[in-house]
């Protein structure tokens, strides 16, 4: 029998409300002891009752309990939960009388865990709970949601029965094997594979987005000494992050730091101004400018409106892109300082092809524009509606899944004997069984449930 477990759901500390949990086969009888004066057994399933919380002829409390019969419960278990005032000395006491009558204190996750192995969730669905716990943006938010719905993993749940199906052909073909029979049929076995093949792919690909989503989407900031970067970043940011000064070559580490723009995080890096330098210390910074520009998703490459030739700025984007795959990069040159202008110098007219957005950093002129930029890349990407995969398990898991697929197949084309086609496929599926947690291992679940809060 599995014990009854109890736990304090909300955040630690005062609160006006605060919710206790016990889950298990036991956790009926023993809130049946905490409200003597209610008649615990009546209260029928799915309901919530207010109801007293008595020790020893004292009221501790008046509280609200609601009681899930199992399994429709989160962990699928019998379930009891109880909303009290949200005192120190109240929490304790409760949790104290549910231990002292047999619950044992939860473990982080460990209610997810349940409900995991009860089949409430698969493992990914069951991560995505840490995740949606975890989110602080409406886009991570998304996507922990979308994931609680089992998007990805019933796909490829649902690829792997097929590839079950086929699996035990190949090992009945085993057990006739003098006789030269194929019962699997290779094509529709290439058929598959190449399917399944499809879908992890995309899913790895969509790794790089959904995990820069997670930690906020780069954004470098980069140019020369003194063109007003670390101005910019204090006015996105809203506040005094970055030193400013007039003296060229100031900022020496990057700076980083977030900012949301329509529910989406971006994360900005100030750099240092890009220049030949003898001062050791502000080489190892420009060094670390490239590391951020190769990091970037986004390059934002200020110039200074008032200092800056366009054929200089061409010749800077121009070594830029060939010392880095600026393909790949979103570059969005910006010409600060206009404050100090009376109008545009005559030959910026001619640069329509750069794209230049002018902007004054220090007296916030046009920053409207660049973050018009940002909400472009966000749709041209289409970061909101598709099917991203943030976790890190997930990403190596699918590797994995990758090559042992890609095995199969290569299998298949040399037409390797039924035996080691089999053992190939067989390793695909601990694979995939492993990612969807049809294969589970006790230090798997320990690791990802773990990571959850005490109470979840
Ligand atoms: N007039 C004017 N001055 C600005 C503007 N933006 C920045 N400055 C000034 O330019 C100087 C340099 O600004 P910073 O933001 O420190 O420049 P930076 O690019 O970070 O410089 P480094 O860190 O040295 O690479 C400061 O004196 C700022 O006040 C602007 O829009 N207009
Ligand atoms: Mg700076």
Not at 281 to 298: D, K, M, V, W
Request: overall charge negative; aromatic content about 6%; glycine content about 6%.
């Amino acid at each position: 029998m599995k014990d009854t477990i109890c736990a304090i759901s909300t955040p630690a500390g005062i609160g006006a409300i605060s919710v206790l949990r016990a889950s298990g086969e036991q956790a009926f009888a023993i809130a049946a002891e905490l409200f003597p004066k209610t008649d615990f057994p009546r209260i029928p399933p799915q309901h919530a009752q207010f109801a007293q919380i008595i020790d020893h002829d004292q009221v501790i409390d008046q509280v609200v309990v609601t009681k899930f019969a199992a399994p429709r419960s989160y962990t699928g278990e019998d379930m009891v939960e109880i909303s009290c005032h949200g005192s120190i000395f109240i929490q304790r006491k409760i949790m104290e009388m549910l231990v002292e009558r047999g619950c044992r204190m939860a473990q982080p996750g460990e209610f997810t865990q349940r409900a995991f192995l009860n089949g409430k969730l698969d493992l990914p669905q069951a991560e995505a709970v840490a995740d949606l716990i975890d989110s602080q943006s409406e886009s991570t938010h998304k996507l922990a949601i979308s994931q609680l719905k089992g998007s990805f993993s019933k796909k490829i749940h649902l690829l792997r029965e097929q590839l079950v199906q086929l699996s035990s052909l190949l090992e009945l073909e085993l057990d006739f094997s003098e006789e030269e029979v194929e019962f699997a049929n290779r094509e529709e076995l290439s058929r598959l594979l190449a399917e399944l093949r499809d879908e992890v792919e995309q899913l790895i690909h969509s790794f790089k987005i959904g995990n820069v989503l997670k930690t906020g989407i780069p954004v470098a900031i980069v140019g020369q000494p003194n063109v007003g970067k670390s101005t910019l970043l204090n006015a996105i940011l809203q506040q005094d992050r970055a030193i400013v000064s007039p003296i060229p070559g100031t900022t020496r580490d990057t700076v980083e730091d977030t900012f949301n723009i329509d529910g989406t995080l971006f994360r900005f890096i100030d750099t240092a101004g890009i220049r030949q330098s003898d001062d050791t210390l502000e080489s190892i910074g420009i060094e670390r400018t490239y590391q951020a520009i190769n990091q970037a998703a986004i390059i934002l490459y200020m110039v200074d409106v008032t200092l800056s030739k366009p054929e200089d700025i061409r010749a800077e984007i121009a070594r830029l892109n060939e010392e880095l795959n600026l393909s790949e990069k979103q570059l969005v040159v910006i010409a600060n300082k206009i404050d100090e202008l009376e109008a545009l110098p005559e030959h910026y007219h001619n640069w329509h092809d750069l794209d230049i957005l002018f902007i004054s950093a220090k007296r916030k002129v046009n920053l409207g524009e660049v973050e018009d930029r940002l909400r472009l890349f966000i749709q041209q990407h289409k970061v909101q509606d598709a099917t991203l995969l943030t976790n890190e398990r997930h990403y190596s898991m699918l590797l994995d899944i990758q090559s042992a697929i890609g095995r199969i197949q290569q299998g298949l084309s040399s037409q390797i004997p039924t035996d080691l086609l089999a053992e190939d496929v067989r390793v695909a599926l601990h694979d995939i069984g492993c990612l969807t947690g049809t294969v589970t291992t006790d230090e798997l679940l320990d690791n990802i449930f773990g990571k959850f809060c005490i109470g979840k």
